[in-house]
């Protein structure tokens, strides 16, 4: 027992402990410079500092805790009479690193206060206080002085990141590591999620942030004692967990079952590096738009998401944007053309035959285009929605707009998708392909009126009403004609194109 | 050498030569056809305006008439019967300088076919001066003001045009040859052929947003891009030393950490 718990507790304080204290001390450093504050108010404004505590705190604790968990040695457990008391030795390891997590930053934090005037009461004097009134007053009002409400404050974190660590303990007995990674930054997102989203913290038992900030329990009469419980009946739970059921491994009835052609092909597609691509390059604009949007006088997140759709009017030329448009529209496609080339050049008789039928080469092809632009379009938002929240862009009432936009602009690289197929099962070059549907963006250029209604790049806000304004489209429309287009397309491969492709 | 050269140009022939005929006439109809829409002062900007098309597909117009011509000799395993014939070397050496040399004599004749059209063969230019000088109140030039190597454009055209169809054709063969590289290591025919235009499209955008937009390889293409106050020498040297770099950075990550050999191995 004694013996594993010291050594959980070696293996915490190591030298990753000095970027915690960096971390800490740094930003307690920059709140020093310019505070008015007395020192008890200093430590208390300190150990509750919201930005601290989400943004870096519990990032380098979950970081620390997924550093800690390991698999479990024989010759350790075999010295255990109960796996329930290995357990326990694991999880007291926990409660003594945690003590010296959040006393490591009150002594840093009561250090760096050295110098500050005493005064041991919420009132505040001068300065500039943003913020830190609404926090005192709720403060004031469950506790009698700043020192006692920080001493509280900072058990409560103990406590709370215990039982954070615990649940992550019992999940990576249960689970395979990677998959309590996942858990970890799931639950992480949520709670950002649920502190910019107001209204989605009402199931209090879901955000962890709740167990470990005290003052978000404040919200609203009755949510501490909630917290407390659900910390309760986590501990129950994990406690009857491991007593009784410690030599169970969950299984996963709904195997998926990863046969056949689509799921070959799939391997070939979804691929770390083209996700990475997709990524960077989703990112790199998403941060130029931000950088643009920003400047602007009450910036919103619509209107980050509108510059970020813009695409290229019609009847105009603006080169960046034309570019930027061929570069957001193209990228998946280039991807899907590299990848129809690579399944071009290795078709074999051998495939051929297992396959049966020509058309389950074809839908297989399809079916995985669907997906990976579906993919392209779902982290497209996504990048767009964490953007927006890391740089405090409201985010409120834009969940028809995404939908649409996020439809149009599938339908849309879509249509661009079977425009491609259909060439390429006409003359079997993906190059030509390729270029073809690239160059029938530059429609759009032509001096005419029609072309706004031309299907490839509509998904263009730039031919949107929401920009042009009576002459423009609306997104039914927009909807409407890729969407036609693309049940054209897809009727056409399906009935009759997939016969030529495999040089029949 | 000269036999091998030889060989190699009777591989590309028709495809180089079907690119120089189609793009050698788009040049001449868009230099005596697109100026009429626009204001113009000297018989030379018409082939400035006409090229503005050309100029985006450059990079396609170098390297899709010859990125293929390694590819399919790696692909078949042509190149292992090569060997007990011919260096290694002195193969891909002479393969490499029919490829450049055609692609950038290709891009020096179309441009240059632009440049004469301009100048000799559509009708003069009606000069429509709008710039007002702000001390004498007289209309003058704007070209001669405002434009690159202003005084060499309006004096003497032809020297303008035939310094920078070179120059072009220089790129162009340098385009080719990142084709080339491209194409001794990678499988995959799509991306030899489109590699250098996404390149080039990535680039521009980069620099552009990044906002050194005199840096891009564009703007060493055509140092109207952007204006000519912000032109510099570097303008010239940044764009095509950066794919310098991209193709010195490609080789090493191939043959160095991929350890991928150009002959089947």
Redesign the interface.
Known sequence: MKAIVLRDVRQFFTGKILFLLFGCFLFGFAERQATSLSYEQFVLNMITEHYYLTYFMIPVFLLFTYKNLEDDMDYVLIRSRYYWQYFLAKASAFLLNMIGFVGIQFIVMMLLGIGLRKDNSFLLFGGNHFGIEELFIEYANHFSTPLHASIVAGAYMIVGLTVVSIIFLLLHHFLEKKVVSVVMITIYFFMTLGLKIPGLNVIPILFMDNYIILHHNFTASGKIVMSLISMLIILIVTGILVKYFWQKRPKWTMKFRKRGITFYYARYLFTKRNVAILLAVLF?ISL?KVVNVSFEEEAMAGDYFLSMFYGHGVNEFN??SF??M??LNGGPL?LL??FV??IH?EQNLGLTIRMKHKRNWTLAILQIAVAFITLYVVLMIGVGIVICMIVNLPIDGLTVFLIQLSLLKFLDVLFQFLLFFMLFIWKRN??MA??IVLASNAISLLPMMWVIYFPTGLSSMARNTLILGQKGITFQIGMLILGSCVLLQWAYIKFHGYKKVLGG | MKMLMLLEWRKVKWPVLIMLLIATAASMILSSTLYKGYSLEYDLEAWEVGMEYLNFLFP?IAA?PVGWLMYYERKNNFLIYTLPRVSKRKYLLSKWIVLALSAGVTMFIIMFAGVLTALYLKPEIIPELVLVDPITGELISQILSHHFLGELFANHPLVYGLLLSVWRGLLAALVATFAFVLSLYI?????I??GPF?YW??E???L??LGIPQYRLVTAFDPTAVSSSMINGYSFVAGPLLLVLLMIFLVFYFKRIKKMTVYPS
């Open positions: 790199f130029w080169m960046i570019i930027e061929l570069i280039y053309a590299i080339e690579t050049n993906v190059t390729f270029l | 396609l899709l499988e995959n025919l799509f991306i052929l489109t996404i499209i990535l521009n955008f980069i552009s947003v």
